[in-house]
């Protein structure tokens, strides 16, 4: 029998053997933390690999409301929801200057019976939540704060080498280790990658009027520009986060103003919405593309988040879609007796490719179009917006199938608990 012995971080490393659990984790952003408390929760001996830095540079993200009650499952929410803003409402403004102008639209959570869509959190606040609550998990979750090296499929198991010198054996590995996911390369799994002509620049503001639990997206020639509720702070009654979408010559103009500039420009752009400005830390900027998959998964390992899928930050999908891959993959492995199981797996897949296919192909089009400067396209969706403005049954569909909550296929773990 192998002998086990105790380390600092209360993991067990064999004398003679590699040490053997159900699923390993590689990557410990959102998605891979994320995926170690659910399986975890499920009385797996999970693995997370990998260590904590998520940088503070304006990035925040728009959890909807199946994310949330995925967080509220797994015992999370308790340690994010001190750091997140509701959005009750998310209101849509064409600013393209074209000739067809439709009505701002606006989304009111309470038309579909939830008293938010979802909650606005820092990335770095969720991430340090969730890996706090990682470290609490118990000895069924070791965290030891070391990268893969490399992942081998060998059949029966996969086997991993840490960046520690462990050897690890796994039944399920889940590859949450981000775009350029290395344990997705080891599978060779065929990606596409597009490029869109956009900087996405990313920050935090304070400012003098309330945002009113309220998003706004205006449409620009050059992409989306959003903003989005983040908590007060004793020091900054009103804050919010700022998704600007520009073009790359402009995004370089912009990186060049100094805070009391940028916050006058931004002022600028939002036509004052929310009055006078100032900057609050660093700024991010992020060239937008998209990444597609070929297969969600291949032998004993799935892929999850943005190993499996990149789109624009439109519509809050990212993470949101990343956290669904996690909720479906667990439904997928957890009435087998092997986690890693084949047919389980391919179930997994399968089911992947109609939602995450239809989220990025819903995510170009938009993006396409706000880019096009082609008349039929601006009128195009001019008239989509106005149905959407007027027509509340075909608004309320939107707004549920934005949400994807408590569909057939939600996942079990993110419908409500009121409708589970
Ligand atoms: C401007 C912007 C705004 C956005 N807004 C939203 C939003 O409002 N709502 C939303 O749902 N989504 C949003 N998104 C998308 C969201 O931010 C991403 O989907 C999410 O952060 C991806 O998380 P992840 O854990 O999959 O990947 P990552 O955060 O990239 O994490 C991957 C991790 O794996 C680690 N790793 C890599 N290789 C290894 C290895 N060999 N061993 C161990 N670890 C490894 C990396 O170090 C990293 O920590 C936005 C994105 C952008 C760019």
């Known amino acids: 029998m192998a002998q086990l012995n105790d380390t600092a971080d209360g993991s067990r490393k064999s004398a003679v053997g590699p040490r053997h659990v159900d699923v390993a984790v590689i990557g410990a952003g959102a998605a891979g933390l994320v995926a170690a408390l659910v399986f975890a929760r499920d009385g797996y001996r999970v693995l997370l690999a990998g260590s904590v830095k998520a940088a503070r540079d304006g990035r925040t993200v728009a959890l909807l409301d199946g994310s949330v009650s995925l967080l509220k499952r797994i015992g999370a929410w308790d340690a994010v929801a001190p750091h997140a803003a509701p959005l009750a409402t998310m209101r849509i403004i064409d600013d393209k200057g074209s000739l067809v102008r439709p009505p701002p639209v606006a989304f009111d959570s309470a038309e579909i019976g939830l008293p938010a869509f979802g909650y606005n959190v820092e990335n770095a606040d969720l991430v ?9 998990a118990g000895p069924d979750l070791t965290f030891p ?6 992942v081998v499929d060998e059949g029966p198991l996969c086997r991993l080498n840490l ?17 350029r996911s290395p344990a997705r390369e080891a599978t060779g799994i065929a990606t596409r990658e597009w ?5 996405a620049v990313t920050l935090i503001l304070t400012h003098r009027l309330p945002h ?4 706004t997206e205006f449409h620009t020639r050059e992409g989306a520009f959003t903003l989005v509720p983040l908590p007060s702070r004793p020091e900054a009654a009103h804050r919010s986060s700022l998704v600007w979408m520009m073009a790359p010559e402009r995004a370089d103009r912009i990186a060049a103003l100094d805070d009391s500039a940028m916050a006058r420009a931004v002022e600028d752009r939002a036509h004052s919405l929310l009055g006078a400005m100032a900057v609050e830390g660093n700024r991010g900027s992020v060239p937008m593309g998209g990444l597609s998959v070929r297969s969600y998964a291949a032998g004993r390992i799935a892929l999850v988040g943005e190993a499996a899928h990149v789109f624009p930050p439109i519509g809050a999908q990212g993470l949101n879609l990343g956290l669904r891959d996690i909720a479906a993959l667990r439904d997928a492995v957890v009435d087998q007796a092997d ?7 391919a179930s997994y897949d399968r089911g992947r490719r109609l939602d995450v296919g239809l989220r990025t192909r819903g995510v170009d089009l938009l993006n396409r179009s706000l880019l096009s400067g082609f008349l039929p396209v601006d009128v195009a969706r001019g008239i989509g917006l106005s149905l959407l403005d007027r027509i509340g049954p075909l608004r309320r569909a939107v707004m549920r199938s934005g949400l994807a909550a408590d ?5 079990s773990l993110m419908r409500r ?4």
């Open 128 to 136: 340090e939540a969730l890996a706090e609550c990682a470290r609490q």
């Open 145 to 150: 704060g070391t990268d893969v090296v490399s």
């Open 163 to 179: 960046g520690d010198g462990e050897v690890v054996t796994a039944s399920l590995v889940v590859a949450a280790d981000g775009r």
């Open 195 to 199: 490029s869109y002509p956009q900087v």
């Open 212 to 215: 009113r639990d309220t998003s």
């Open 339 to 345: 986690p890693g199981d084949r047919a389980a797996l």
């Open 407 to 411: 569909e057939p296929t939600t996942p």
């Open 417 to 420: 608990a009121d409708a589970a």
